[in-house]
């Protein structure tokens, strides 16, 4: 029997009281999931849990953990940096193994109904879910936020949720549901302090403005050591290989004169990323992950 | 129940029909052991065969896999590229999974004794089964090659076999049976047809001219592509990697005016050897293999 796992990484707007996230991580845990990570932001006042499972269980734990979400935190009291429109802010769902996006975006789906319908929360599709391209970014579903939406959602056609009532939930808010590829969270530190060099080969890197697909950057100057880094995320990286992107910063850089230090990964990276930055390096022919040893014993 | 699994990769002295490694591959699969990759070199005129199971499968799979090479090959009639003394060439067995190296040089010394006694091939113990000095490295016991060793096995005492008969069988030669650490088998190809450019950098790269520790080159000419090609054996890929190997080539290439056109790896690779390349192209630091997705879903 082949295995189907798929990862789901809820984000939510409370960052401050640890016993909010041993709660949530309960009840993913009883839904039969395995939680890979669990972090509190007491600045951004959010958590987010990352979890894995077979596709059911999954989509059990997401709803459950929404529901108890929506008794635990109160959005009328909410303040923190990180934008956000509900208690269970935000809910991807990606596919890791043996599950294929179309899994994820039915998943996104059925989940993103069930928390409208039964928990009277409204919720958005976005990303790969999205059920209209103006839902696609996650800022524009998150535009004007908690305190904005809350107007909006009964006066403007555009804001009415895929699924769910037309009015924030009371305490609980709106929910974006989607599906996306796994996404790298990826930092190239520079051997310059010069942060606006950081800025300047992050805008050649990035979609936004006319860059790789896919790539989010931004260059910022990392206090403890002195450095300008371009902090990045990858959100395909199959159409966007690291490679591609390490390869063009090493270029931008060199034509300004300075140089990469070092790189880091933060979170969790999937396996075919690294690997392809391997093949690529070596101009590996006819190769198959069938012929990694660990992989098939 | 710990589960116990070796690795066994013999190389047959016949890359060109197709029906010889389909009756190696049945004889294998029919003594129970699970065959990760056959693949045969029609320029070499070689197969190999990696195959793994519980250790007394991989024994009677071996034993018998170089009986009907025996039956099948006749080495007065063998030509190819690649060094050989026998219709089984070399036959090592590899720990893999809760077995030891010493599990293996044990292994290799009962195949090797039956291959000898039983079919009467005189059998030569190496790399970690070696039982004297001058049999450890592969290129010494395969001296003179077949040819060769016709000869000198019968007037030479120290090309007696350390079991069977001190003459070549009369059509399957000779074997070398031996126990090692995984091995990365790895050609590079280079952008000129001159195999004299191949050898000479190949000498720059092995051990045993004063090259990388733990690597085994070759130059030779690959008649499907007419390109020149450096054939490695990396023997400890965690003393010399496959990144700094590449590397060198690429320098020395670049220093006579040619250029790497692709590489191949041959059989099974260890997994760790294709993440340090892929750490050492990113430069990355702090990350460790307890964040890749795919290993701890």
């Keep these: 029997m082949r295995r189907r796992i798929v990862e789901c990484i809820p984000n939510f707007s409370e960052g401050r009281d640890p016993s909010f996230l041993d709660e949530i991580v309960k009840v993913i845990k009883d839904s039969g999931c395995n939680v890979l990570d669990a972090s509190m932001d007491p600045s951004h006042n959010r958590s987010v849990v990352t979890f894995v499972g077979a596709p059911a269980d999954v989509e059990q734990a997401a709803f ?3 529901r108890r979400a929506s008794e635990l935190i109160d959005m009328e009291k909410h303040e923190g940096e990180h934008p956000r429109i509900g208690a269970t802010d935000v809910m991807p769902f990606v ?3 043996g599950a294929t996006m179309e899994d994820c975006v039915e998943m996104a789906r059925r989940v993103g109904r069930r928390i409208g319908e039964e928990l009277r929360i409204p919720v958005y599709l976005y990303a790969r879910a999205a059920a209209r391209p103006d839902r696609v970014r996650l800022p524009d579903v998150r535009r004007g936020e908690y305190e904005g939406l809350k107007a909006a959602i009964k006066t403007d056609p555009n804001r009415k949720p895929d699924f769910g009532p037309s009015e924030l939930h009371p305490r609980a808010g709106a929910t974006a549901v989607g599906a996306r590829a796994p996404l790298i969270a990826f930092n190239v530190n520079l051997n310059t302090p010069d942060v606006k060099i950081a800025r300047s080969i992050a805008r050649k890197i990035r979609e936004s403005s006319g860059g790789l697909p896919h790539v989010q950057a931004m260059g910022i100057k990392i206090d403890e050591t002195g450095l ?4 990045m995320n990858l959100l395909d990286f199959r159409a966007t290989s690291m490679e591609l992107v390490y390869s ?9 004169g300075v ?21 690529a390096r070596l101009k590996l022919e006819g190769f198959s992950k069938q012929r990694i040893l660990d992989l098939i014993v």
């Design 95 to 97: 596919p890791i193994l």
């Design 64 to 66: 459950r953990a929404a």
């Design 228 to 231: 300008a880094q371009i902090t």
């Design 259 to 279: 140089e990469i230090v070092n790189s880091e990964l933060i979170g969790l990276v999937p396996l075919d990323a690294l690997l392809d930055v391997a093949f």
């Design 248 to 256: 063009k910063i090493e270029e931008e850089a060199a034509s300004r």
